[in-house]
Nanobody, 119 residues
Framework: QVQLVESGGGLVQPGGSLRLSCAAS????????MGWYRQAPGKERELVAV???????NYVDSVKGRFTISRSNAKNTVYLQMNSLKPEDTAVYYC?????????????WGQGTQVTVSS
């Protein structure tokens, strides 16, 4: 079993910054890619950013140049630094992790953290 716990969401004004964290714990043998998704009201969940175990990154076009994904393998943690936030970034942000445990390999999800960008 793997648990992903997100933190760092909240209310911020347009142009502001937030840093999200997601820590994985449990019977983890190894973690492959880790990523951040978001879901705004009335919209489908979308990929925001992903980072491989080799630290290759990829971003959705709408956040390129504003968001940075990073990870600490020692802490089994993935981060999302969000700068120059816009109202359209408002959503519930979810992290996921492709993990191998003694039971096998699958993708696990966090519970989500709310990010609201508003003046």
């Amino acid at each position: 079993q793997v648990q992903l716990v997100e933190s760092g969401g909240g209310l911020v004004q347009p142009g502001g910054s937030l840093r999200l964290s997601c820590a994985a714990s449990g019977n983890i043998v190894s973690i492959y890619a880790m990523g951040w998704y978001r879901q705004a009201p009335g919209k489908e969940r979308e990929l925001v950013a992903v980072i491989t175990s080799g630290t290759t990154t990829n971003y959705v076009d709408s956040v390129k140049g504003r968001f940075t994904i990073s990870r600490s393998n020692a802490k089994n943690t993935v981060y999302l630094q969000m700068n120059s936030l816009k109202p359209e970034d408002t959503a519930v942000y979810y992290c996921n992790a492709d993990c191998r445990t003694v039971a096998g390999r699958r993708v696990w999800w966090g519970q989500g953290t709310q990010v609201t960008v508003s003046s």
